[in-house]
């Protein structure tokens, strides 16, 4: 299954990544449009840690035995057969949060000023390569299969 | 050229060039007869051609000074419509004088080399068509067989000839570019156009060699002169430098080393551009290609001659019945030796 | 009170329609020349500080910046330009030496512009280099005259010393010195790989070998300058050739210097002196105060390494450049180096960069023509840089009669740089010119080796496109060919310095 890995060591803290992963989840998928027009904002699945000149895009990892699978209550929590990504299905979600608090990366958020559920990233369906990744200016975050 | 050494007329050479005549345009015709000269065989004949009278006069202090005066007379020549206004034709049957050498160390050809040099560069209206022992160049403006008949070339014998006809277009014709172009007993007659001109010239230049004809079958001749007789090699090493074989072709080799080692040191021999050539000397005739070969070369073999020409159809002028008749490869030489 | 305007040289421009405070600009921008204000979500941007490195205008997801050259508003005068009041005003200020980064940019002529290259036609056919083979292989080193197998030697020993002294070249493009210091190890790294995999050289410049280098060793110039940093045995032996370095095409007759503050642990450890200290390379060598003395360093080396490494000079192109070449090569040198005017640099004197040396065209003409005088142009190969910026400039100086070429800027301009000449400051944007981590992370050196590996690939198709139109498939019959060259709108003293014809001319 392909991933996407970090090399922190080409992360220029620039975040870029989280400017397009917001294109690319709102409605319209244009930036201005996404950024002045709609509201609210759509937020960002992925989120650049930092600590001193150390910087690094974080998002789901997708994980083989992932934790929130077995904490959603719902099953809105599901793997795609065919990427083997791990999906949250916006509509099945009810806002009980347990999955943000086993997820063990941090990587889920809350949509607070939408519909009150999770946010997370899906590994960009529909697309070939993930926005976050295609955008990076310095191949910071790449696409590959696990070695 | 006939590799027992029988001498044979020229007659042959003329038949052979005049079946080629739509490849010139009258602007440059030559030969050279090795053999010509069997009374003379030790003397040094140089073929010199004057504009002027005047410039005659002051350049025989200059050869008499540097050699002994054997013997000299004007080339027989006979007055034909197609040359007009040829300069005058002289030849001299010459010994250097060897204490006039500049060192113990300058060797009989490299005394003639240089004192050949300085009358080309220095003397006004002056030029030494050919510096050989027991051959000569004829040559001018004019289609060959005209030039063969104005030399009257039909009355000489040989056992080497070669010939060539001109369509100038770097340099304008004159007397002096026609071909074959001539040093000691190199003769060379080329078709086809040297690219690494430039290169080659300032290459020689290192080793005493003034090129100062601008036309680039010169630095061919030079090259002839510096890799075989100064640097004693082999015609076949000598096509390998003047015709490298592709690196890639090297890498491929058994001796790999050796050609790498002959390319990296002789780079600025080689020479670029379409050409094929024939140099020959007393003891042998070569014929060569550029390595991709641009330009056509025919050789052929019949008893014991050998035949190269541009077109087969010269050789078979000449030749009806070859015993064997081929193309030479790109880089590949082809050589007859005198036995 | 005295004080002098400075105008600031660029103007930022934002598009208020399309800019949408992502805030990237002024994450990235190492001079703070763009501000975010928390309170009301608007980035703005202060003009002063901006260099022109174009970074942000680069990375703006909305095309929303543009960076603009400001031109000083000083009143026109030809003699008394803006830079000339200001540069007043700057030194009245602060007392000091004004800086600079990369090459000479003032409006000497550009003798490359003034010479053209010919076409084969009708006499001599054009030679096609999809279909025929177009060699542009070289080997560096100096050679001998012919073949001489003297007694007691073999002719497969003969062949093998001499092999073993030739570093040979899939391009006659190089990269030229940039030392760890002046430039980050990402940068240097980009090199190294790039060199290695497109069968060329780089060079360590003044700032010795970092460990994890010695790997790309086998494609490597190591090079022995005034300060000696980072110079033993290991160092010497890790390359593939020796270059000792005497002078440089931006600063020729003072030494290198690098602050202090650049100086890090790293740095220190490569380069063999304190943390901390300034990196000072004095202006001679001061073990070389005429020409015998560097006879004895030359073969000192060759000692060291034992005769197996080329070992070359580099020299700053100066009036008397034919001269100090020639006696190089007697010297012992196996390839002679040329910088000329327009030769780059970390940092220097701006006065000094802007006014000393001369062109290297001119330079490879002479010393290329007084080598062949003296009968001795195949005793050392001749290396021309400064200031190449396409392949056109590449086959003009083989043409003039250089055997490869260093190229320094266009190898930084591939990785990102913009020429905006503030190297000496340490905080290059693109993470070429510094040693800070947050910005020296920023280049990626996967990335920047294979763009070098684009360049010199699409340069090398551009110089055999060119020799096949020449009529000429193989590079070392274009070595020093003057013939292939005309020159226009030059004068005559010029053109007999390049030994070049005028356009028009024949043969």
Avoid at chain 1, 80 to 99: F, I, K, T
Avoid at chain 3, 128 to 157: A, F
Wanted: with cysteine.
């Amino acid at each position: 299954m392909k991933k996407i890995f970090i090399h922190e060591e080409y992360c220029m803290n620039c975040r870029l990544c989280e400017v397009h992963c917001i294109v690319q989840n709102s409605k319209t998928r244009n930036i201005i449009k996404a950024y002045k027009g709609e509201s609210p904002k759509p937020i960002s699945r992925v989120l650049v840690e930092e600590q001193g000149y150390l910087s690094f895009a974080l998002q789901c990892r997708h994980c083989e035995d992932a934790p929130c699978l077995d904490a959603c209550i719902t099953g809105a929590m599901h793997r795609d057969p065919d990427r083997g990504a791990v999906l949250a299905d916006e509509e099945r979600c009810v806002g009980c949060w347990m999955c943000i608090m086993v997820c063990p990366f941090g990587v889920i958020s809350r949509n607070v000023e939408g519909k009150r559920v999770i946010s997370k990233c899906n590994l960009c369906q529909g697309e070939e390569i993930p926005v976050c990744v295609k955008n990076c200016p310095n191949e910071a975050i790449v696409f590959e299969e696990e070695k | 050229m006939n590799r027992e050494g029988k001498a044979f007329s020229g007659e042959v050479i003329i038949r052979a060039i005049t079946s080629l005549h739509e490849r010139s345009n009258g602007l440059g015709g030559g030969f050279a007869g090795y053999g010509i000269y069997p009374d003379h065989k030790e003397d040094y004949a140089f073929h010199v051609l004057y504009e002027t009278e005047e410039s005659r006069k002051l350049t025989k202090p200059a050869l008499e000074g540097n050699y002994q005066l054997i013997q000299e007379e004007p080339i027989p020549t006979r007055q034909i419509d197609a040359v007009q206004n040829p300069p005058l034709v002289w030849r001299y049957f010459l010994r250097p004088r060897l204490e006039r050498r500049i060192s113990s160390v300058e060797s009989e050809e490299d005394f003639v080399v240089r004192t050949v040099m300085e009358i080309n560069q220095k003397k006004e209206g002056v030029f030494v068509a050919s510096s050989g022992k027991n051959m000569g160049i004829f040559k001018g403006v004019g289609y060959p067989e005209e030039i063969a008949d104005f030399y009257r070339l039909e009355e000489y014998r040989g056992y080497l000839w070669t010939a060539h006809g001109r369509f100038p277009t770097n340099t304008p014709g004159w007397w002096g570019g026609a071909h074959p172009f001539g040093l000691l007993d190199w003769s060379v007659v080329h078709n086809g156009e040297i690219s690494s001109y430039g290169t080659n010239r300032r290459y020689l230049k290192n080793f005493g060699y003034d090129c100062a004809f601008y036309t680039d079958t010169e630095v061919v001749t030079y090259l002839f002169d510096l890799l075989h007789r100064k640097h004693q090699m082999a015609f076949p090493l000598v096509a390998n430098i003047l015709a490298a074989p592709l690196w890639d072709e090297i890498e491929r080799m058994e001796d790999k080393e050796f050609y790498q080692f002959l390319r990296a040191v002789y780079g600025s021999a080689l020479l670029n551009g379409p050409f094929a050539v024939i140099a020959a000397h007393n003891q042998a005739m070569v014929g060569l290609n550029d390595r991709i070969k641009l330009r056509p070369l025919v050789a052929a073999e019949w008893q014991e001659n050998l035949y190269i020409a541009s077109e087969e159809s010269a050789i078979r002028e000449v030749c009806p019945d070859p015993d064997r008749v081929w193309a030479p490869e790109a880089g590949e030489p082809v050589i007859g030796y005198l036995r | 009170m005295a004080k002098g305007k400075i105008t600031p040289e660029f103007k930022i421009l934002r598009d208020m329609e399309k800019c949408v405070s992502c805030q990237v600009c002024h994450r990235v921008c190492s001079n703070d020349a763009h501000l975010y204000d928390r309170e009301t979500g608007v980035v703005t941007s202060e003009d002063s500080r901006c260099v022109g490195c174009h970074f942000c205008e680069n990375l703006c997801p909305t095309g929303a910046l543009g960076i603009r050259r400001n031109p000083s508003e000083i009143k026109l005068n030809a003699l008394w330009s803006g830079r000339a009041v200001e540069d007043i005003a700057r030194q009245s200020a602060t007392g000091g030496v004004l800086l600079t980064g990369m090459g000479n940019d003032r409006p000497f002529p550009v003798y490359f512009d003034h010479l053209l290259l010919n076409a084969s036609q009708v006499t001599n056919p054009s030679i096609d280099p999809l279909r025929e083979p177009m060699e542009l292989k070289t080997y560096l080193g100096g050679k001998p005259d012919r073949l001489e197998v003297k007694e007691g030697q073999t002719r497969e020993k003969v062949l093998k010393s001499f092999l073993s002294s030739q570093i040979p070249l899939e391009t006659p493009i190089l990269f030229s010195a940039m030392s760890y210091g002046s430039i980050s190890l990402n940068a240097v790294k980009s090199l190294a790989m790039a060199a290695r995999e497109s069968g060329t050289l780089w060079n360590t410049g003044e700032g010795g070998l970092h460990p994890d280098l010695y790997p790309f060793g086998p494609n490597l110039v190591v090079q022995v300058a005034s300060g000696r940093f980072g110079v033993h045995k290991d160092y010497l032996e890790a390359g593939a050739a020796i270059e000792i370095k005497i002078g440089q095409g931006a600063k020729p007759g003072i030494g290198g210097h690098l602050p202090g503050e650049k100086v890090t642990e790293e740095i220190s450890r490569t380069r063999m002196i304190p943390e901390g200290t300034d990196a000072l390379s004095p202006a001679p060598h001061h073990d070389i105060y005429s020409i015998e003395d560097l006879k004895q360093l030359i073969y000192a080396l060759k000692e060291a390494v034992r005769y197996r490494k080329p070992v070359g000079v580099k020299i700053a192109a100066v009036h008397n450049v034919a001269p100090i070449a020639s006696g190089i090569v007697r010297a012992g040198a196996d390839f002679v180096v040329i910088d000329g005017l327009r030769g780059g640099t970390g940092a220097a004197p701006r006065v000094i960069r802007d006014h000393v040396g001369i062109p290297i065209e001119l330079a490879i003409s002479v010393v290329d023509q007084r080598l062949r005088e003296e009968g001795q142009r195949n005793r050392a190969s001749l290396i021309a840089a400064g200031g190449f910026r396409n392949s056109a400039d590449v086959v003009k100086a083989v043409a003039l009669g250089a055997d490869a070429v260093y190229v320094g800027t266009a190898a930084l301009v591939a990785l990102g740089c913009h020429v905006c000449q503030k190297c000496y400051t340490g905080k290059c944007n693109w993470g070429i010119a510094t040693q800070d981590p947050y910005l020296t992370k920023r280049l990626n050196p996967q990335i920047g080796a294979r763009r070098l590996v684009n360049l010199l690939r699409a340069w090398s198709l551009e110089i055999k496109e060119m020799l096949g139109g020449m009529g000429i498939n193989a590079l070392e019959s274009l070595r020093g060919n003057r013939e292939q060259l005309r020159a226009v709108g030059l004068g005559e003293t010029d053109m007999r310095i390049l030994g070049v014809k005028p356009a028009g001319e024949a043969w």
